[in-house]
């Protein structure tokens, strides 16, 4: 059954450096999101991404934060100049039409900033 | 705003014991309501959605219900197994909300253990 995957499982950084997540939606999609989850707290939505642009954002997607997807595979989410409180999981999620579609997620990246 | 509650926060039972977690909304205007599994550091996994037309839907060993006079869900889990210990997590998707996420609004979930 196809699935979303990520890398790294686990991404150590100091404070201040910058970080790529990578994630490989499923090849049929068209709808990409970004969701991270500080730890014990709720999962929060932060981007959207369709047709190459980013469709919505949440008021945690500062500039700090931009996505990608370089190819037809790949979608990445970059954190410049990490701060600790950046410091949660990170999920990745993608679906194929629009409206009440279901959302696949990926087993997500821990990030954790020191 | 929209909110999703969920209750209980935690709970333990005894393997092959019933359960069943509630869920409170206040979404609006609605559009769907799922439910979740998340095991401990992995992503979540749908079990169920359920639209406005529906009232209980059914897994497996799960079955979600819905009112959405009242505005509650609740997933019940049957015979319960040493797996199915994780979080549950109730999110509601608002349509045509533009609010983020397609609307989806993300319960906090209830940590469910199972002991054998």
């Known amino acids: 059954e196809p699935e979303v995957t990520q890398t790294p499982s686990h991404q150590v950084t100091q404070m201040g450096q910058e970080v790529i997540l990578r994630c490989v939606p499923i090849?049929?999609?068209?709808?990409f999101y970004w969701y991270r989850q500080i730890l014990g707290q709720k999962v929060e939505f932060l981007v959207s991404?369709?047709?190459?642009?980013?469709?919505?954002k949440s008021e945690i997607f500062d500039d700090q934060f931009s996505v990608e997807r370089p190819d037809g595979s790949n979608f990445t989410l970059k954190i410049r100049s990490t701060k600790l409180e950046d410091s949660a999981m990170y999920f990745c999620?993608?679906?194929?039409?629009?409206?009440?579609?279901?959302?696949?997620f990926g087993p997500g990246t821990r990030l954790t900033v020191t | 705003k929209n909110q999703v509650e969920q209750s209980p926060q935690s709970l333990i039972i005894l393997e092959g014991k019933n359960c069943t977690l509630q869920?409170?909304?206040?979404?609006?205007?609605?559009?769907?309501l799922r439910w979740y599994k998340q095991d401990t550091g992995r992503g979540p996994v749908s079990l169920t959605i359920?639209?406005?037309?529906?009232n209980t839907k059914s897994n497996g060993r799960y079955t979600a219900t819905l009112d959405a006079d009242t505005k509650q869900s609740s997933l019940h889990i049957t015979a319960s197994q040493l797996s199915d210990s994780a979080s549950y997590i109730c999110?509601?998707?608002?349509?045509?909300?533009?609010?983020?996420?397609?609307?989806?609004?993300f319960g906090k979930g209830t940590h469910l253990i199972i002991q054998p």
């Open positions: 999620a993608s679906k194929y039409r629009t409206g009440d579609d279901e959302q696949y």
């Open positions: 359920m639209t406005f037309s529906e």
């Open positions: 991404f369709y047709n190459n642009e980013i469709s919505e």
């Open positions: 090849s049929n999609h068209l709808y």
């Open positions: 869920c409170n909304y206040t979404v609006s205007p609605f559009s769907n």
């Open positions: 999110v509601v998707s608002a349509r045509y909300s533009g609010g983020g996420a397609d609307g989806l609004t």
